[in-house]
Nanobody, 123 residues
Framework: QVQLVESGGGLVQPGGSLRLSCAASGRTFSGYVIGWFRQAPGLEREFVAAISWSGYSTRYTESVKGRFTISRDSTKNAMYLQMNSLSPEDTATYYC????????????????WGQGTQVTVSL
């Protein structure tokens, strides 16, 4: 059974940084894609970033390009999202996801979801 456990969320001031982590377990993830979605109150879940398990391919939503960096450590079955220059618009619950249908940007592209970690950007 696949388990994804996020950590690293919290309260940060505008312009600050946070690093989210996702610990994955339950299967071999070679050939899979891992990524992050987020959901703000009252809004749909939004794709943030994805990376192939090999690490060779990445994809970002336009609003986070140049500010967020996705990475993974295959030796630890872990994934990370380094978030810099945070703004209040980045406030959301962030979900770690795993799928095997390419670097998709739709929720249906991913089969496994974590429980989420809250990120709040505010003074």
């Amino acid at each position: 059974q696949v388990q994804l456990v996020e950590s690293g969320g919290g309260l940060v001031q505008p312009g600050g940084s946070l690093r989210l982590s996702c610990a994955a377990s339950g299967r071999t993830f070679s050939g899979y894609v891992i990524g992050w979605f987020r959901q703000a109150p009252g809004l749909e879940r939004e794709f943030v970033a994805a990376i192939s398990w090999s690490g060779y391919s990445t994809r970002y939503t336009e609003s986070v390009k140049g500010r967020f960096t996705i990475s993974r450590d295959s030796t630890k079955n872990a994934m990370y999202l380094q978030m810099n220059s945070l703004s209040p618009e980045d406030t959301a619950t962030y979900y770690c996801v795993v799928g095997n249908r390419g670097l998709g940007a739709f929720t249906d592209d991913y089969d496994y979801w974590g429980q989420g970690t809250q990120v709040t950007v505010s003074l």
